[in-house]
């Protein structure tokens, strides 16, 4: 049987689907027993909320309409198409810094994302 995805579309979803997942992660020799949870690691993780709640909050910063689903998607999994769309990515980048105050991990997904495409496109 199939099991139904449901998309992530703000930060609190995102959050609550990193919750339970029975993970062994070891931060300074202990065993952590829920990642989110912990004051270390949290930080991150509200960083990278951050970039979903950002998509809904400035729908014309942080998102973008596929040419590939014909859908509203993060930008952050967004293929650039234009110059417009690069000078967004970086706007986005700068407002998610200003709000954040540090790395929120997606942009090396982003950037990937866009060589992939650019590489492989005519293949």
Known sequence: MQKTVKPIRTGEEYIESLRGRNLKV?????????????????PSINAVAKTYDLAVEEEDLASAKSSITGEQVNRFLHIA??????????????????????????????????????TTFEM
């Open 81 to 118: 198409e234009s110059a417009q769309d690069v000078v967004l990515q970086n706007k986005m980048q700068r407002k998610l810094g200003q709000l954040t105050g540090t790395c929120f991990q997606r942009c090396v997904g982003m950037d990937a994302l866009n060589s992939l495409h650019s």
């Open 26 to 42: 070891y931060l300074f020799g202990e065993l952590v027993k829920e990642p989110v949870d912990h004051p270390i690691i949290r």
